[in-house]
T-cell receptor
């Protein structure tokens, strides 16, 4: 158990809909990362927050948005869903990325299926 | 843009049959190279960090090495419990906030 909690574990929805994925980081970790994993794309970095502020952004679609709240939990919002958005979405956390250990603690992921 | 290429895509080993996985990378200045293990249906689990060419790290039957262009993960006398997908990731010098670029992974299956 990494200590990172993601909900829901599974989500099935229709095209055009909007969903919210939630992540609670490990106790004491200030940074949260969101990654998307699909069969053809591998693990793709979406966005990172540190202590409530956005610090790094990957190839995150404009239809996707995220935030980190004062209690450090984070939410990833996916809207106008398309079939291609079906994937496993991982949240990871770390104490302070500036320590440069590369040690991220990943949750078990939220599997999104868009029909 | 940082790039990570892992080979082979899949590897089937007999228990006890040692082998190596390759991770080739292109990055404008390496801040760190990282190895993770991912079991089916689970999130990746951190294994090693390597910072500079010539560095080596070991953990049980796994040993990671680093050169200026690639990293190897050596699996010595593997056991079935070593079956997993092994992911390599890099962080460039311009990514001070911990953005990791992952490779596609090598799926390892160890049979008894």
């Amino acid at each position: 158990d990494s200590g990172v909690t993601q909900t829901p574990k599974h989500l099935i929805t229709a095209t055009g809909q909007r969903v919210t994925l939630r992540c609670s980081p490990r106790s004491g970790d200030l940074s949260v990362y969101w990654y998307q994993q699909s069969l053809d794309q591998g693990l793709q970095f979406l966005i990172q927050y540190y202590n409530g502020e956005e610090r790094a952004k990957g190839n995150i679609l404009e239809r996707f948005s995220a935030q980190q709240f004062p209690d450090l939990h984070s939410e990833l919002n996916l809207s106008s869903l398309e079939l291609g958005d079906s994937a496993l979405y991982f949240c990871a956390s770390s104490v302070d990325p500036r320590l440069n250990t590369g040690e991220l603690f990943f949750g078990e992921g939220s599997r999104l299926t868009v029909l | 843009e940082d790039q990570v290429t892992q080979s082979p895509e899949a590897l089937r080993l007999q228990e006890g049959e040692s082998s190596s996985l390759n991770c080739s990378y292109t990055v404008s200045g390496l801040r760190g190279l990282f190895w993770y293990r991912q079991d089916p249906g689970k999130g990746p689990e951190f294994l090693f960090t390597l910072y500079s060419a010539g560095e080596e790290k070991e953990k049980e039957r796994l040993k990671a090495t680093l050169t200026k262009k690639e990293s190897f993960l050596h699996i010595t006398a593997p056991k079935p419990e070593d079956s997993a997908t092994y992911l390599c990731a890099v962080q460039g010098l311009t990514d001070s906030w911990g953005k990791l670029q992952f490779g596609a992974g090598t799926q390892v299956v160890v049979t008894p």
